[in-house]
């Protein structure tokens, strides 16, 4: 399994963009990268993944380095509402059963958005 | 489009007794997978279904079992409570033919066992 790591802990002023960095050097080639957040005792929230191109959605962008070996979440205007836990997965493939998926979470990154 | 529920929301429980979790995947899904996360943790992986069978189980003791209904719904079952099964219990949910497939998750059921 891939591991990732991230800096345990990170701030940032609203309204600024937050970059939360991962790394992930172990990555295989057909490992996705997927980006979740956990604000304080609900469920994780998904946000994007990508395999090796940068994507962009309504909540983020996630840019991927062309070796795959670590990638950026970008928050492009932070609010106070993005305060959470925000974890960096590799996907991990079960490759007998076709489809059999687990997420791996480690500690994740608390991003506290400032006012 | 109703996400993922779970219910109950809070449980307490004493040692050696049973619980049943329930999960409703967001409409369409057929995958249902349970993720137990310890206070100051990250979720982990407890098992996933599709097609009423279990298809992948992490390190969890046999005390945890679970079921898959023919409506995609799915029961986690833990027996024996120890002290340490105090936990937010998670469900996500996944389209199976999807690649990649996606989860998403519920707001969890919080289990404490005293």
């Known amino acids: 399994d891939a591991k990732t790591t991230q800096p345990p802990s990170m701030d940032c002023a609203e309204g600024r963009a937050a970059n939360l960095p991962c790394n992930h050097s172990?990555?295989?080639?057909?490992?996705?990268v997927y980006w979740y957040r956990q604000i304080h005792s609900q469920g994780p929230q998904y946000i994007i993944h990508?395999?090796?191109n940068n994507e962009t959605n309504e909540m983020a962008s996630l840019i991927i380095t062309e070796d795959r070996k670590s990638s950026t979440l970008i928050l492009p205007h932070a609010t106070l509402r993005d305060t959470a836990v925000y974890y960096c997965?590799?996907?991990?493939?079960?490759?007998?059963?076709?489809?059999?998926?687990?997420?791996?979470f480690g500690q994740g990154t608390r991003l506290t958005i400032n006012p | 489009d109703a996400g993922v529920t779970q219910s109950p929301t809070h449980l307490i429980k004493t040692r050696g007794q049973q619980v049943t979790l329930r999960c409703s995947p967001k409409?369409?899904?057929?995958?249902v997978s349970w993720y137990q996360q310890a206070l100051g943790q990250g979720p982990q992986f407890i098992f996933q279904?599709?097609?009423?069978?279990?298809?992948q189980r992490g390190n969890f003791p046999d005390r945890f079992s679970g079921h898959q209904f023919p409506n995609y719904s799915s029961e986690l079952n833990v027996n024996a409570l120890l002290l340490g099964d105090s936990a937010l219990y998670l469900c996500?949910?996944?389209?199976?033919?999807?690649?990649?497939?996606?989860?998403?998750f519920g707001p969890g059921t919080r289990l404490l066992v005293l």
């Open positions: 996500a949910s996944s389209l199976a033919y999807l690649s990649p497939e996606t989860q998403y």
């Open positions: 990508g395999l090796k």
């Open positions: 172990t990555i295989s080639g057909n490992e996705y």
């Open positions: 997965i590799v996907r991990v493939a079960n490759l007998i059963i076709q489809g059999a998926q687990k997420l791996v």
């Open positions: 409409s369409g899904h057929d995958t």
């Open positions: 279904y599709y097609e009423e069978e279990e298809r």
